[in-house]
């Protein structure tokens, strides 16, 4: 008894007879591509510049100070962020660089 089989054998033993697909039968037919290929150029496009759009932005209003429960001025900074934490943030910082005593009013959208 041949206890060597083939793959196809081996197949066969495993899942049935099987239709052969039909790339099987036409391995020799093969599409060639030719060696030069002829590419014209693309045409070039000047970009267009985008004006800018909205932009987002928010009014924080802050009151500050140099004197403890002293006299206080009303300051107003513009952030052009969505973000309110950020603008809050961004504002006192600015704020910090002058004055003392900062404290946030409102945030708002213009």
């Given at each position: 008894?041949?206890?060597?089989?083939?793959?196809?054998?081996?197949?066969?033993?495993?899942?049935?007879?099987?239709?052969?697909?039909?790339?099987?039968?036409?391995?020799?037919?093969?599409?060639?591509?030719?060696?030069?290929?002829?590419?014209?150029?693309a045409k070039v496009t000047k970009k267009k510049k985008v004006s800018?759009?909205?932009?987002?932005?928010?009014?924080?209003?802050?009151?500050?100070?140099?004197e403890f429960e002293g006299k206080m001025h009303e300051m107003v900074?513009?952030?052009?962020?969505?973000?309110?934490?950020?603008?809050?943030?961004?504002?006192?910082?600015?704020?910090?660089?002058?004055?003392?005593?900062?404290?946030?009013?409102?945030?708002e959208s213009m």
């Amino acid at each position: 008894m041949n206890t060597e089989l083939t793959e196809e054998e081996m197949r066969r033993a495993l899942f049935g007879e099987s239709e052969v697909p039909a790339s099987a039968i036409n391995l020799h037919v093969q599409d060639t591509a030719p060696d030069v290929v002829i590419v014209e150029p693309a045409k070039v496009t000047k970009k267009k510049k985008v004006s800018k759009a909205f932009t987002p932005r928010l009014k924080v209003t802050l009151r500050v100070g140099n004197e403890f429960e002293g006299k206080m001025h009303e300051m107003v900074h513009e952030a052009d962020t969505l973000s309110s934490l950020v603008a809050e943030q961004e504002a006192t910082k600015t704020a910090r660089k002058k004055f003392r005593f900062v404290e946030v009013v409102s945030v708002e959208s213009m």
